[in-house]
């Protein structure tokens, strides 16, 4: 491991004028219009990826983009269970994913025949599942929620029902103490949040002073009692945009930035560091390319499969989840 004291931090300046798109930028814009396609895209995707995005945001706003679109095919630019969000959602649409590979540890953290296991020893409570996690895990929730609307949903529960909140336990954590519901809460992580330390954080701070520390609530409960805002990567955004503060030290994934600066080019942003980098990549998201974007237009290929029942069993709390966002 490189020690804390030898890493330098990620800073990006105000942005400059974005170069033209590339050839294969304008070869996938070509392809996206024969195919009558839309491509949604998450804050973690990078810059070259979020450039030609029709839509480009969080796991909320990217499930209603989805579901309200009008286009034959989605090719998402995310992880597995972004796209499959997707299909569950529009059944009878092609929906593309890069990389079949683009998986996601936190997802992969609550095996739903475990989960299963679980709810039949405890038959009372109800299951939160926050929605970084599969479609077989969606069929056994009562309801979906993201880091966006985690705490609207919960607070919508009846104060009389126990609450099991899948299956990250750091979001789960910070919601109970917003909410002041007691939750049970499943161990499960984001491999890539939970580097954020204390330590490093601490250090960036010092090389900035007055610079806020905006994290995300899947870090660990320590570094968002170090952080000034803890939010969703889309309310980030208004942070970003509202604090006073010129820099601004953000704590989670760095394709993040990208969106940032497109969005407030007037200000720096630096990354925040883990104990081993200078910025926090996530592998699964980073599997995603330009080139792999063009052969799933080019081919129709792969394509996120769903057996209907599941697909049926998913949508309930997945649709629950909207509803009650919107209200």
């Keep these: 491991m490189i020690p ?6 990620a800073v990006f300046s105000p942005a400059d004028q974005e170069e ?3 050839a ?4 996938i814009l070509e392809l996206k219009a024969e195919r009558n396609a839309v491509i949604l895209a998450h804050n973690y995707q990078d810059a070259a990826i979020q450039r030609i995005a029709d839509y480009l945001g969080d796991s909320l706003g990217l499930a209603y983009e989805a579901a309200k679109t009008d286009a034959d095919v989605i090719l998402f630019c995310g992880v597995h269970f972004m796209a499959e969000t997707a299909k569950i959602v529009n059944p009878g649409k092609t929906v593309l994913l890069p990389d079949l590979e683009a998986g996601c540890s936190l997802s992969d953290s609550c095996p739903p025949e475990k989960l299963e296991r679980y709810q039949k020893a405890n038959p009372n409570l109800y299951t939160v599942a926050y929605i970084n996690c ?5 069929a056994l929730s009562d309801v979906i929620c993201t880091s966006g609307n985690a705490m609207k949903i919960v607070e919508r529960i009846p104060e009389d029902r126990e609450i099991l909140f899948v299956p990250d336990q750091n979001l789960g954590s910070w919601v109970a103490r917003q909410t002041g519901r007691k939750m049970r809460l499943w161990p499960g992580s984001c491999y890539a949040h939970v580097l954020f330390t204390v330590q490093a954080l601490e250090k960036v701070k010092a090389q900035f002073p007055g610079a806020p520390v905006v994290a995300h609530p899947e870090c660990t409960e320590a570094v ?4 000034d805002e803890v939010c969703s990567t889309e309310k980030m955004v208004h942070f970003c945009k509202t604090t006073p503060a010129d820099t601004i030290i953000v704590a989670t994934e760095s394709g993040m930035i990208h969106r940032l600066r497109r969005d407030i080019p007037n200000k720096t942003f630096v990354a925040g560091p883990t104990d081993r980098c200078a910025c926090n990549d996530c592998r699964y998201m980073k599997l995603n390319t330009l080139q792999k974007m063009r052969d799933a ?7 996120i499969e769903m057996d209907e029942t599941l697909r049926e069993a998913a949508s309930k709390p997945i649709l629950r989840m909207l509803d009650w966002s919107r209200s």
């Design 4 to 9: 804390t004291t030898d890493i330098q931090p």
């Design 20 to 22: 033209p798109l590339n």
């Design 24 to 27: 294969l930028q304008k070869e």
């Design 134 to 138: 599969s479609a077989a895990v969606k």
């Design 224 to 227: 968002r009692d170090l952080a």
């Design 297 to 303: 237009l080019l081919n129709m290929q792969p394509a």
